[in-house]
C-alpha cells in the first residue's frame, strides 16, 4: 500500500492551501522516468501490448511519447514508450524479462526521460484538492448545473472564501461553460418569478443563453427566468402523459419545457406564465421550434387563468391542417406509375382540457381553489354524458424526505384535500405522488397527479 500512495504522489499537483488568487505557472513538475525508445515507430503498438505490464499507467497521461534523437549519435526523432516509475533507466536490475528480451533483440533500447506536467494536465478535482485546506475537503464544490454556457454554483458557507479560485479552476477546465456564477439567495423567496439573486464569479457577464432539450430550442436570459436543467427527466415523463389532439392548460409555463415539446407532439397547449420575460421567451420558443398552430400563449396571473383558461377554450374554434410527411421514393418507385398522395389530416382542438401542469412547486397548491366550481353548468360536456372524462391535474410541490415517501404522499394528500374542499388519498384510484427529486438535505420535490372529482368541478 505505500508504494501505490508513492506512486500517486508522484504525479498529483504541488500542493499550496495558502493560494488565494490562482496562480498557474505554480502548477508545474517534472517526474524523472524511463522510456522505452521503439526502434521502428511501426511497431510501437505490438511493443506497448507486449510490455502492457512495464509501461506506465496514470489517468490523462498518455505513455506514448514523441522523443528527439541523439544528434551526436545520428539519430532521428522516434517514438517511445514511458515506463513505470519503479523501472530505472540505469539500473537493468529494474528491468522485467520482456523489457530486457526487446533489447536483445534492438527493438527498443532504454533511455532517461523527464515527463513534464503543468496546471492542464490535471481535472478539476486534482487542482481544487491542491488549493483547499484539507480540513475543508470533505465536500468539495462537485456538483453544479450548466445552463447553456452557464455553470451556476450553490456555494457552502464553507468555500464562500474560494470561490473565485473555484470559478477560475472551473471555467479553465469545462470548455462549453464562459460564465460561473453563484446564488446567494433561494429561488422564489425574494421574487414571485421564481428568478434568484447571483454573483458573478468569472467569465462573461452575459446568461443569454441557448438551450436544447427533447428535441425543442429554448432561448433565454437566465438571470431574468426561470430554467433548471436538472427536471429534462421530469419533463420528458409528464409529457409522455398526453396524447396528440389532447388539450393542455400549463398554468405555470416558464419558457415552455413542457408546453413546447408538448405542441411538438401534436398537442394543443395553452401555456401561461406570470414574469413578462418568460412569456417573451415563450414566444420565441414557438416561432423558433414552429409550434404555433398547437401552442397559445399568456401573460396572466395563474389562479385567474385557470378559470378564464377553461371558459374561453369552449368557445375557441381552432383546426389544424396536417400535412402527412412524404416518403423518400426510390428510383424504382419513381419511374413506375404514381401513387396518390395520403389526404391531409384535420385535427380539431377540444372544448376541454384533458390536463393541467401547474410546475410552481413554492406555492402551486394554492392555486387548486381555483378548480372548485371550474365546470359548473357544463356537467353535459363530461361522463357520464359523453366520453370525455374531467381533467387530469398535475401539481407540484415541496415536502420532507423518507425512505418511502409514505409520511409525504399523506401530507400532500391532505394539503390538496383542504384546498379543493374533497377528500383525496394517496391509495386512491388515479391517485399518485411522484417522486421528482432531492433538493436539499431534507427537502423533496414532488408531482401530484390526480383527476378533478366531479363533486369539485361542478360545485
Known sequence: M???TALSDM???PVNHAMRVLDRAFFRKSVPLAAARVIDDAQISRCRTYLSKDVLHVDRISCVRSIPGEQSAGQKACKALLLSPNIRPDDPSTWSSKLLELI???KVNITPYELKLSYDTWTYHDILSAIIPEDAQNELPAGFSIVGHVAHLNLREQYLQYKNLIAAVLLDKNPVIRSVINKIDDVGTENE???FKYELLAGDPSLQVEIKELDCTFRF???KVYWNSRLNTEHERLVDHFRPGEAVCDVMAGVGPFAVPAAKRGIFVWANDLNPDSYASLIDAISVNKVSQFLQPFNEDGSSFIRTSAQKLLADHRQVDITPKIKRRSRKTESSQSTPSEPR?????????HHYVMNLPATAITFLGAFIGLYKGHQELFSPHTNTLLPMIHVYCFSTKSDDNKAEAVKICKEISSRIGFDIHP???EVEIWDVRDVAPQKRMFCASFRLPPEVAFR
Open 345 to 353: 389530416m384535420h385535427v380539431t382542438q377540444p372544448k376541454t382540457f
Open 2 to 4: 505505500p508504494e501505490i
Open 193 to 195: 418569478y421564481r428568478t
Open 221 to 223: 436570459d437566465y438571470s
Open 11 to 13: 504525479f498529483r499537483p
Open 104 to 106: 536483445e533483440a534492438k
Open 427 to 429: 391509495h386512491d384510484e
